[in-house]
């Protein structure tokens, strides 16, 4: 008897699919506001990727609960209504390799209370020209970020218009009493 030949057999190494861009991994925003749309790209997997977004209760990638209709590279969830950390990941599926998913980092989101001026400047005071007025201070908490101040003369009691005071860019400010009038 004489040797025979099989058939050729082909084994496709398919690679394994990778993250090439995470989402954006914190974004601070103020309730009621929204975020940039959280966005992953992949590459190296077969076939045409399913996506699907998953929120969390913790800074953690898995053991989320899927959102609905969140089933694209680019997701932006709703406007956030109550003060928190919230988080969100998205695995992505590459059906037609049969090699499995890969999976995002999480992206936090924390939502913060909106600003508001909790002390406000004394409302009015009647000083002798050249004498020292009591400070005028104003505080503010709340939003995100540091805050920034300028302080305002106008010839009206209002809080449109006036003029910037050069350099009072402080949360206190002691007006001059050079200057008789208001």
């Known amino acids: 008897c004489g040797s025979i030949t099989s058939d050729i057999a082909s084994v496709i190494v398919n690679p394994l699919p990778i ?7 914190t974004q601070q925003i103020c309730v009621g506001e929204t975020i940039s749309p ?6 190296d997997g077969v076939g045409t990727p399913t996506y699907q977004w998953y929120s969390n209760t913790t800074n953690s990638n898995s ?11 680019s997701f932006t969830p709703a406007a956030f209504n109550g003060v928190g950390n919230y988080y969100f990941y998205v695995i992505i599926n590459y059906p037609a390799s049969g ?13 913060v209370s909106d600003p508001v001026i909790t002390a406000q400047p004394i409302y009015t005071q009647s000083v002798c020209q050249n ?7 104003v505080t503010a908490s709340g939003g995100s970020g540091a805050f920034s101040y300028q302080w305002f003369s106008n010839i009206v009691n209002s809080a449109v218009g006036g003029q ?3 350099a009072a860019n402080a949360d206190m400010f002691i007006p001059p009493t050079d200057m008789v009038g208001i």
Do not use: D, H
């Not at 993250?19 to 991994?25: A, C, D, M, R, V």
């Not at 959280?38 to 590459?43: A, C, G, P, R, Y």
């Not at 004498?131 to 201070?137: C, D, E, F, G, V």
């Open 19 to 25: 993250i090439e861009s995470e989402p954006l991994n």
């Open 38 to 43: 959280l966005t992953v790209t992949s590459k």
């Open 63 to 73: 053991g989320g609960t899927a959102i609905v209709g969140a089933n694209a590279a």
């Open 99 to 111: 090699c499995g998913t890969v999976t995002s980092q999480t992206a936090e989101v924390i939502v």
């Open 131 to 137: 004498t020292n007025p009591a400070a005028l201070s």
């Open 164 to 166: 910037a005071i050069t």
